[in-house]
């Protein structure tokens, strides 16, 4: 293995003087190191004539293997640059309730907590928009809005409920009527989620509600509803701490759980190494 540096020089110089001026050696070491490669090999390498050495049928296939040998540590050596070098944070836009409820614990304490990142809570319409001019990596929505260059892959479902205060002597009837007059408390993306809800769970759209308070986030949502002030329609997975203290309760229609799509956003013309790690986690958490 030694000798084939100086072969493949000597082959590419066209002549044993050349070759030897590149190797910065003399004509006679280089010509003992040809010898030896082609006594290890145990047959000629090379047709000698008039002082040029051109390869013969087995030099022609040894040549072949060193050139491929030195694409491959090429490769081999830009892979080791490349893990040694710090990866770029992940940049990640994702609706709120999705983000901060379900996404955000997969990177903190679970199997994606070795990934940095730079995460948002964006409306579903910012989430596409960052992907869309590159000011995120990867977005997480809850409804799929056709887009010419971005792609929308689903990636399992989370579960939608209606909430109302755990300590109301009487919680609100699931039916049309009484849902009709409760008084809701709504947010930014509560539109498309309630939608949802009151078409899946009573097979209708209610068009009109009473709107007692309006927030940007979820947050204030749950405190609220949890003070009874309204009620609220908002992912399941957002109320598990406020249900752990018994603050506020979910409320289901039995046999017709509202369930609602997550997909992934991503621009195909872009590249992060931890996206399609996170999309196997993510797929594996949130499941159809």
């Known amino acids: 293995m030694r000798y084939l540096h100086a072969f493949r020089v000597v082959c590419e110089a066209g002549s044993l003087r050349a070759g030897a001026g590149i190797l910065h ?10 010898r030896k490669l082609e006594e290890a090999l145990g047959m000629p390498v090379f047709q000698r004539s008039n002082g040029r050495l051109t390869p013969n049928a087995a030099g022609e296939r040894l040549l072949a293997f060193c050139r491929e040998m030195g694409r491959d540590w090429d490769r081999l050596r830009e892979e080791i640059r490349a893990s040694e070098s710090p ?6 836009s994702a609706v709120s309730g999705f983000g901060r409820y379900q996404l955000l614990p997969l990177f903190l304490e679970g199997p994606l907590a070795d990934v940095p990142i730079r995460m948002r809570y964006p409306t579903a319409e910012e989430v596409v928009r960052h992907v869309e001019t590159g000011v995120s990596d990867l977005g997480f929505v809850h409804r799929m809005d056709p887009h010419e260059r971005l792609s929308h892959i689903p990636l399992g479902t989370e579960e939608i409920v209606l909430i109302a205060a755990a300590r109301l002597s ?10 009709r007059d409760a008084t809701y408390v709504t947010y930014d993306e509560s539109d498309y989620v309630f939608a949802t809800w ?3 769970a009573l097979g209708m759209n209610l068009t009109h509600c009473n709107v007692a308070s309006h927030f940007e986030e979820l947050e204030e949502v749950l405190e609220w509803v949890a003070a009874g002030r309204g009620v609220s329609i908002v992912p399941a997975a957002c109320i598990n701490d406020h249900a752990a203290r018994g603050d506020l309760m979910a409320l289901r229609k039995p046999g017709r759980p509202c369930q ?4 992934a956003v991503l621009d195909p013309a872009r590249h992060h190494v931890a996206i399609e790690r996170t999309l196997q986690v993510v797929r594996k958490h949130a499941q159809f």
């Not at 990866?87 to 990640?92: A, G």
């Open 25 to 34: 050696r003399t004509e006679q070491a280089v010509s003992y190191q040809l």
């Open 170 to 179: 009487q919680s609100p009837a699931l039916d049309v009527e009484s849902l």
């Open 87 to 92: 990866s770029p944070p992940l940049r990640i």
């Open 198 to 200: 009151f078409t899946q």
């Open 260 to 263: 609602n799509t997550i997909y």
